[in-house]
């Protein structure tokens, strides 16, 4: 099995990275599942204040690879030769993919700040922020979790700074060549 990961600040382009690899068969895990349904379970509103608490008490609790050993099932539930991994944010993260999956690449995506609070405000996801300090807050907060020397370890990168064509001819590039190594 080929794992895929990708990582990025927040707005850079992960999920469309994600969807664009669903639409070409490739079954796709998202890491924030695991705190999305913490929080559901808890009874707390899916907010970004929640699911930044919860990620950090989930890290405190079980080590800053905790979300990467909690998907570590879905994704070989996957049954897939490829599977792509959304929502990686520490290198801790990463090292515990590559321990446990022989064949493990991870890709960055970056995306200029201005572009990303654009994304965020027009995107309307029920855990997004809404201002440049809050985007600034969680991307200090996701530094703090090690997101930086993750993106550092990242195997290639992708600029995401032009319009969403482009950017999807280059997912569709960099997705093909993993499929055809499969």
Known sequence: ???????????TGKGEFSRIAGELGIPVVVMGDVVRGEVRQRGLPLSDESMGR????????????????????????????????????????????????ECFTLVAVES?????????????????????????????????????????????CLTNDGGMNEYEIKVRSVLRKFMEDA
Do not use: C, N
């Not at 099995?1 to 707005?11: D, E």
């Open 54 to 101: 919860i990620s950090g008490e989930l890290r405190q609790k079980y080590g800053r690879d905790a979300l990467a050993t909690l998907s570590i099932p879905a994704i070989e539930a996957a049954g897939a030769d490829i599977v792509l991994v959304d929502g990686i944010r520490s290198d801790a993260e990463v090292v515990r993919f590559r321990e446990h999956f």
């Open 1 to 11: 099995m080929k794992v895929i990961g990708v990582v990025g600040l927040p707005a």
């Open 112 to 156: 200029p700040f201005d572009l990303r609070i654009e994304r965020i405000r027009s995107r309307g996801r029920e855990d997004d922020i809404a201002t440049e300090q809050m985007l600034t807050a969680r991307d200090e907060r996701e530094i703090g979790w090690g997101l930086g020397e993750a993106i550092l370890m990242a195997d290639h």
